[in-house]
């Protein structure tokens, strides 16, 4: 929990609040803005990307819009939020294979991936963060894992848990090596959906009891710490497309 943000949220009372004043260009990163009551305002060619619920728009409740359109456009997020192993298994799958084309993009343009645009990651940093995603939700949180983290995994910012367990945030890893472990990953992750049954993934998730990351994922079942590596496998792969088509666009100018 960010310094300063109440589980609760903040109130009416100790909102900011912003009047008459050009917040052209503005960029709020990492803030949260539950609550939030823009009125009267002037947003042309705004863009909006996060957890996004109960959103209304000049009266209008534009959530499920928005949902059911992310659903046509990437129909592996209605197998993610299935129930079924089957489905779950079917997910997995598609993730890689768009993750292993989008290496083959990244490829034919060396260099390419340690590249960054708008203070994002760049495609190198993406992966690993991944690798690190996949240590913690799945590694400790499925199986039960106590083993260090992958050193070039990149994890969270805040202390202890940046450098911890293992991670190596000084380390400058080659796209072949972030790539070797990726792969590995993927296929620990298919083998165990290949035998994993419904209640197994309805079960708690037997989470080590240690002061390792992530330190809310105990109570949760399984099934939702799963769903948190297919869910980041899924909207990382979109954050990293999408800033590829933007450095190749500034190339192309």
Same mark, same amino acid.
């Given at each position: ?14 909102? +900011? ?7 052209? !260009?503005?960029? =709020? &990163?990492? #803030?949260? %803005?539950?609550?939030?009551? *823009? ?86 940093? +993406? ?7 996949? !240590?913690?939700? =799945? &590694?400790? #949180?499925? %199986?039960?894992?106590?083993? *260090? ?95 590829? !088509? ?8």
């Amino acid at each position: 929990m960010k310094a300063g943000l109440s589980v609760l949220g903040p109130s009416i009372r100790s909102m +900011t609040r912003y009047v008459d004043e050009n917040l052209r !260009d503005a960029e =709020f &990163r990492e #803030c949260d %803005l539950t609550g939030a009551r *823009l009125i009267g305002v002037v947003m042309q060619d705004a863009v909006v990307d996060g957890l996004v619920t109960n959103l209304v728009v000049n009266g209008v409740e534009v959530t499920e819009y928005v949902e059911a359109e992310l659903d046509r456009r990437h129909p592996v997020r209605v197998l993610i939020r299935s129930e079924d192993p089957a489905d779950l298994r079917e997910a997995a799958r598609r993730l890689h294979a768009g993750w292993v084309a989008t290496v083959e993009r990244i490829r034919r343009t060396p260099g390419i991936e340690h590249r960054s645009v708008n203070d994002e990651w760049s495609a190198a940093q +993406t992966m690993r963060h991944l690798v690190f995603v996949h !240590d913690s939700w =799945f &590694r400790r #949180c499925c %199986l039960g894992s106590t083993e *260090l983290f992958t050193p070039m995994g990149i994890g969270p910012s805040v202390e202890p848990y940046r450098e911890a367990h293992g991670l190596d945030p000084s380390l400058d890893a080659a796209l072949d090596e972030i790539v070797r472990v990726r792969e590995a990953q993927a296929a620990e992750l298919e083998a165990w959906l290949g035998d994993v049954t419904a209640e197994q993934l309805a079960a708690r998730a037997p989470v080590p009891d240690d002061d390792v990351w992530p330190p809310y994922a105990r109570g949760r079942s399984v099934r939702k710490c799963l769903g948190t590596v297919l869910n980041e496998t899924f909207e990382h792969h979109g954050f990293c497309v999408r800033d590829l !088509d933007l450095i190749e666009a500034q190339d192309a100018e």
